[in-house]
């Protein structure tokens, strides 16, 4: 590798696989979960048994992750903000997780190569195409990411549309409900470029959200065509 494509994250491990310390974890979380989050997920038939998928997700709060984790039968592997990755002990809980850092606000190349790895293995690849949290606003509008990676992997993305992770703890100690509903796979075609993906991924996980969290992406376009 040369010198100036070296990038200090290299030097610590990552996971490409499942892991007992993973699944030991998000048994954990499911457990502690159960008093504050009440879990109904829907369609998870649209997610493929195998092979690299992309999840890509709305973005409310940091609570997002848990129900994203849990609800699915397979590993999902997806970016954190690189200062989670700086707090201490930490660092190698994420990273056994699934988890690897990423730097917002900047083209951070690294991270983007370590994503394609992860398609590469044939894992699932969870992201969220805004890039930052909505914070109740609706969705805003995504970053083209997500797409370019499934173009260059040959890979469906699944959108997963979030609800009710903003309300935890709102009426503790009865659990507030969470749901998770995923849309049916969007595969790029020959003709798609990033933007053109990105909008028919959005444009589908607005359909499955509420009218208010639907942002931007409220009102499609005459003969727009998701499928």
């Not at 290299?10 to 699944?23: A, G, I």
């Not at 848990?66 to 200062?83: D, H, T, V």
């Not at 930052?132 to 469906?156: E, Y």
Request: proline share 9%; with cysteine; hydrophobic share 40%.
């Amino acid at each position: 590798m040369d010198s100036q494509d070296f990038d200090p994250r290299d030097r610590k491990q990552y996971t490409y696989h499942d892991t007992p310390f993973r699944r030991t974890i998000v048994a954990l979380a499911t457990g502690l979960s159960r008093p504050f989050m009440r879990l109904e997920v829907s369609d998870l038939e649209h997610l493929p048994s195998e092979g690299a998928v992309v999840v890509a997700a709305n973005h409310v709060t940091n609570f997002d992750v848990f129900p994203m984790q849990i609800s699915l039968p397979r590993p999902i592997f997806y970016m954190g903000k690189a200062e989670l990755f700086k707090l201490g002990p930490l660092d190698a809980v994420f990273r056994r997780m699934g988890a690897f850092p990423v730097y917002r606000g900047e083209k951070d190349a690294w991270a983007m190569r370590h994503a394609a790895r992860i398609l590469e293995h044939g894992q699932v690849l969870g992201m969220f195409p805004e890039g930052t949290r909505s914070r109740g606003r609706g969705l805003g509008v995504a970053k083209t990411g997500a797409a370019r990676l499934a173009i260059d992997a040959r890979c469906p993305i699944v959108p997963m549309a979030l609800t009710g992770s903003d309300r935890f703890f709102q009426h503790f100690p009865r659990p507030n409900l969470a749901t998770v509903s995923l849309l049916p796979p969007i595969l790029p075609t020959p003709d798609d470029t990033p933007l053109s993906l990105t909008d028919r991924v959005m444009f589908s996980l607005a359909s499955a959200l509420p009218l208010d969290m639907r942002g931007v992406y409220s009102e499609m376009p005459k003969g727009f065509k998701i499928q």
